[in-house]
């Protein structure tokens, strides 16, 4: 464990440690960073405390068990939801949990219902807490930390890439372009390094639903009355977009990642997001130990995004038809019908040996960090992509919606490491009887991403790079690590200053 960070002034010698909030959106891909932050800044001698609600704590039950046994001053924080009258049902805590696109918006406008508890806990700490670290879908919190007087910085969960590309869609009226132009009208991306066009179809931003402008409005103007960002990605990544970023923000941006890196054994890594999952990683790295080095697809579309019957045929058929070794997740509700858990013991038992599928969650970093994963069909949440480059493994791309249509654009563009699955318009969460990508597709990019030739072997080099980039990044005197101890250093003498 590293040293508490050292304070330079007498006064700061004699203040307590910076106390973080953490406040990250109920879903799993900004629930995991966030936490993996706080164990971070809790292991950096900071006292860290991650608020969400109860469904989610005790997923994270494991994660908050191994800091106490480490001695970490990490600790989750419950706050009631749903709200009463909220259409909800009790157990709609996550992202993961709601039943269709309908649910979707409720569950959506009434996180702000969190506000209240939020602030009777703020309120009651003493001294109150340095900083306040919210999602950047969580502007409820902004009131909050104005109201009290505390400092805020905003997380926001995708690239750089993309947070530029968005703020400056923002600044530039581009958003309003879009829609009010046709489905087939190419709009250019102004102030960003590297040319970047969006249609309609792959719109970029969160929250662009008509239905939804209202809480995207209040997100946007949270962000610019926050004090600064803080970002899971690392600068030897995306060091021209960070610094393009920061311009046009207006702020500091800590760039602090990749944070999947700071799970560094066994048990931290197979239980990361959700403590039930621990228990499937000793079957699937026995799996795994039977597969040669690098020839395994790992096939995932992480914890939101269900396929349609129809589609999941499509994966299955398309993964047995290239002849590839593969690990697929398949969620417990895709999986739920009759018919779909006769097809898929069928696909099973065709590709005895070859294939396992996986229903529910999985380790995802425990699979990527196996040597015998050579690639990853992946929805391109960025999460997923840090955790890949983290690992030095390629990826096929296949983006369904919000910040994902870019992220793609980067690592198959710009940073060279993935083939495109060929997915051209999003989808919503919840589809009935969509084929977005068939069978041939599925195929033709997974041969391409785990085969042979000058172009696949380039996309290896280049994200093998990527990762031993990545860990240095994250090592004491790695850029990461550097701008962690700024990040608590400063609110350490944010302290000082205010004992003056």
């Not at 997915?423 to 990019?445: K, L, Y």
């Amino acid at each position: 464990m590293a040293p508490a960070v050292a304070t330079t002034t007498a006064s700061a010698s004699t203040l307590p440690p910076p106390h973080f909030v953490l406040v990250p959106f109920v879903a799993q891909g900004h629930i995991i960073p966030l936490v993996d932050l706080a164990r971070l800044l809790a292991e950096r001698g900071a006292r860290a405390s991650v608020v969400t609600t109860p469904l989610n704590a005790a997923r994270l039950r494991g994660v908050a068990d191994q800091a106490a046994r480490a001695g970490l001053p990490l600790e989750l924080v419950e706050l009631p939801f749903p709200p009463p009258g909220c259409d909800l049902p009790d157990d709609c805590q996550n992202a993961d949990m709601v039943a269709d696109n309908y649910q979707f918006l409720h569950f959506f406008f009434a996180l702000p219902e969190l506000a209240g508890p939020f602030e009777a806990y703020v309120r009651a700490l003493s001294p109150r807490p340095s900083c306040i670290i919210a999602d950047w879908l969580n502007p409820w919190t902004a009131g909050v930390a104005t109201s009290l007087g505390i400092p805020r910085l905003f997380f926001h969960g995708p690239s750089c890439f993309f947070s530029l590309c968005d703020l400056q869609a923002a600044n530039h009226g581009l958003h309003e372009r879009i829609a009010a132009g046709g489905d087939e009208d190419r709009h250019a991306v102004p102030g960003v390094p590297v040319p970047v066009t969006v249609t309609k179809a792959t719109a970029l931003g969160f929250l662009i639903h008509p239905a939804t402008e209202a809480l995207r409005d209040e997100a946007m103007a949270a962000m610019r009355t926050a004090d600064g960002a803080v970002v899971n990605t690392f600068l030897d990544l995306e060091a021209q977009f960070v610094a393009c970023y920061e311009a046009a923000l207006g702020k500091p941006v800590w760039v602090v990642g990749p944070l999947s890196l700071g799970n560094r054994d066994a048990e931290t890594t197979a239980s990361r997001g959700n403590t039930a999952a621990a228990g499937r990683r000793e079957a699937i790295a026995a799996w795994l130990d039977g597969q040669p080095p690098g020839s395994v697809v790992f096939v995932s579309f992480g914890s939101v995004a269900r396929k349609s019957p129809r589609q999941l045929r499509e994966v299955g058929h398309g993964l047995e038809d290239s002849g590839r070794p593969f690990i697929w997740v398949v969620k417990e509700a895709e999986a739920a019908a009759p018919e779909v858990q006769e097809w898929l013991e069928a696909l099973e038992a065709r590709t005895a040996g070859r294939g396992l599928v996986v229903r529910g969650w999985a380790p995802q970093l425990a699979v990527l960090s196996h040597r015998a994963v050579g690639g990853f069909v992946t929805h391109c949440g960025w999460n997923s992509l840090m955790e890949a480059m983290a690992h030095g493994v390629p990826v096929a791309t296949w983006p369904h919606f919000e910040d994902q249509f870019l992220n793609e654009r980067l690592v198959v563009d710009v940073l060279g490491v993935g083939v495109p699955v060929g997915a051209t318009a999003p989808v919503m969460i919840f589809e009935e009887d969509a084929v977005a990508v068939p069978r041939e597709g599925v195929a033709r990019a997974v041969s391409a991403l785990m085969g042979g030739g000058a172009e696949a072997d380039e996309r290896r080099r280049k994200v093998r790079e990527y990762g031993e980039k990545a860990r240095r990044a994250m090592e004491e005197g790695g850029s990461s690590y550097e701008n962690l101890t700024r990040l608590i250093q400063s609110f350490v003498q944010s302290e000082a200053k205010a004992q003056e």
